[in-house]
């Protein structure tokens, strides 16, 4: 069980650092194309089955044709960003916090595939550049896909969001007149 474990352990860092590295250098080449956030985040969808995780994405048939979107999820663990990358639909970009920024190799290619980065301890400088935001995907037709922070999950239970994120994004939404929708992640553990 302990070799397992440790194969895991290495079988994924060399691989994400082997996405991370190929991946900067290829979206050097279109930095901030919103389609590389689906392309890298499938790829980091590859591992879920490594760690015994299957990813099933209900959608309606005619997803495709909704336009851009917000999409709103509830960030419970760190399996998340295997099983929600693995769903993102293009071109979606996900709103993230700045500090992801300095992770080695992953906060450089979350940037260059054109994911927005905020400022989560300056309140009002965060929500104007989501507004900002907002305003300029809905030109593009470029959905977002948000995380209102969640509480934390032990086990595979959906914890609730916290309200006080949650009605900010609401009332963002409602402003923006974008479609809304609610991207529950379950039973990720």
Same mark, same amino acid.
């Given at each position: +069980?302990?070799?397992?474990?440790?194969?895991?352990?290495?079988?994924?860092?060399?691989?994400?650092?082997?996405?991370?590295?190929?991946?900067?250098?290829?979206?050097? @080449?279109?930095?901030?194309?919103?389609?590389?956030?689906?392309?890298?985040?499938? +790829?980091?969808?590859?591992?879920?089955? !490594?760690?015994?995780?299957?990813?099933?994405?209900?959608?309606?048939?005619?997803?495709?044709?909704?336009?851009?979107?917000?999409?709103?999820?509830?960030?419970?663990?760190?399996?998340? +960003?295997?099983?929600?990358?693995?769903?993102?639909?293009?071109?979606?970009?996900?709103?993230?916090?700045?500090? !992801?920024?300095?992770?080695?190799?992953?906060?450089?290619?979350?940037?260059?595939?054109?994911?927005?980065?905020?400022?989560?301890?300056?309140?009002?400088?965060?929500?104007?550049? /989501?507004?900002?935001?907002?305003?300029?995907?809905?030109?593009?037709? /470029?959905?977002?896909?948000?995380?209102?922070?969640?509480?934390?999950?032990?086990?595979?239970?959906?914890?609730?969001?916290?309200?006080?994120?949650? +009605?900010?994004?609401?009332?963002?939404?409602?402003?923006?007149? !974008?479609?809304? @929708?609610?991207?529950?992640?379950?039973?990720? /553990?």
């Amino acid at each position: +069980m302990l070799c397992y474990i440790f194969f895991r352990l290495i079988v994924t860092v060399i691989y994400s650092i082997l996405v991370c590295v190929f991946g900067s250098i290829y979206c050097l @080449f279109s930095p901030r194309n919103p389609k590389h956030v689906a392309t890298f985040g499938h +790829m980091f969808g590859r591992l879920a089955p !490594l760690f015994g995780l299957k990813v099933e994405c209900r959608k309606p048939a005619d997803a495709e044709s909704y336009g851009n979107a917000i999409y709103i999820a509830n960030h419970q663990n760190n399996y998340d +960003m295997v099983t929600a990358s693995n769903i993102v639909q293009p071109p979606t970009v996900t709103v993230g916090k700045k500090s !992801l920024l300095w992770i080695p190799f992953f906060g450089q290619l979350y940037w260059l595939t054109g994911n927005l980065l905020i400022d989560r301890n300056n309140r009002a400088k965060a929500h104007s550049t /989501i507004a900002a935001v907002v305003n300029h995907f809905k030109k593009r037709r /470029i959905s977002i896909w948000m995380f209102p922070e969640g509480t934390r999950s032990r086990d595979a239970v959906c914890c609730r969001l916290k309200p006080a994120r949650f +009605m900010r994004l609401s009332r963002l939404v409602c402003r923006s007149f !974008l479609s809304a @929708f609610p991207t529950p992640l379950t039973k990720s /553990i």
